[in-house]
């Protein structure tokens, strides 16, 4: 019976009916994009679930190799452990190696300057010595060579003879 006053009311007005079948189309179209959207969010949780699914199954497989390795990774990060403490006091040694060679290097340097400068000193002193030395000497040979000519010259006189000039004893005997 609803359809009949429908029909009935459909005849009557064009107008009515034409803006009827508009209302029915958009809620067709409405309830086709409701089914979308509900399919789209359908699909779109079905992956989420199967993603996490498979995310878990990753994370199980990681875990159950995590297990298997950590017996073997154990004595590895040990020895790591091991070599990094080795290396530590190997650094430290050697930097206390190197700390004392330069600290000898640096004291002998002092010496050496310190021997260097009384070095240098000593090599003035001398000069002023050999300087005065020399002086001495050329002043001691000079009175030498002048009190034997005095010498020479007084012996010539007392024995009479003239002094001349080169010649020898043996020459004024003959």
Same mark, same amino acid.
């Given at each position: 019976?609803? &359809?009949? @006053? $429908?029909?009935?009311?459909?005849?009557?007005?064009?107008?009515?009916?034409?803006?009827?079948?508009?209302?029915?189309?958009?809620?067709?179209?409405?309830?086709?994009?409701?089914?979308?959207?509900?399919?789209?969010? &359908?699909?779109?949780?079905?992956?989420?679930?199967?993603?996490?699914?498979?995310?878990?199954? &990753?994370?199980?497989?990681?875990?159950?190799?995590?297990?298997?390795?950590?017996?073997?990774?154990?004595?590895?990060?040990?020895? /790591?452990?091991?070599?990094?403490?080795?290396? @530590?006091? $190997?650094?430290?040694?050697?930097?206390?190696?190197?700390?004392?060679? &330069?600290?000898?290097?640096?004291?002998?340097?002092?010496?050496?300057?310190?021997?260097? /400068?009384?070095?240098? @000193?000593?090599?003035?002193?001398?000069?002023?010595?050999?300087?005065?030395?020399?002086?001495?000497?050329?002043?001691?040979?000079?009175?030498?060579?002048?009190?034997?000519?005095?010498?020479? @010259?007084?012996?010539?006189?007392?024995?009479? /003879?003239?002094?001349?000039?080169?010649?020898?004893?043996?020459?004024?005997?003959?």
């Amino acid at each position: 019976m609803a &359809l009949a @006053t $429908v029909a009935a009311v459909l005849a009557q007005d064009a107008a009515l009916g034409a803006q009827l079948d508009r209302i029915a189309w958009s809620q067709i179209a409405m309830a086709a994009g409701m089914i979308v959207v509900t399919l789209t969010i &359908l699909a779109t949780g079905i992956a989420a679930f199967l993603l996490f699914r498979s995310v878990r199954k &990753l994370i199980g497989v990681v875990e159950t190799q995590a297990r298997a390795l950590a017996p073997r990774a154990e004595p590895l990060l040990t020895a /790591a452990s091991k070599v990094a403490a080795d290396a @530590t006091g $190997v650094s430290g040694s050697v930097k206390e190696r190197v700390d004392e060679v &330069l600290q000898t290097v640096q004291d002998a340097n002092v010496r050496l300057r310190e021997l260097i /400068a009384e070095t240098e @000193t000593r090599v003035r002193d001398f000069g002023a010595v050999m300087d005065v030395i020399q002086a001495e000497t050329r002043e001691l040979l000079l009175d030498a060579a002048a009190t034997a000519r005095g010498v020479h @010259t007084t012996a010539e006189a007392l024995h009479g /003879a003239t002094p001349s000039r080169g010649r020898t004893p043996a020459r004024r005997r003959e």
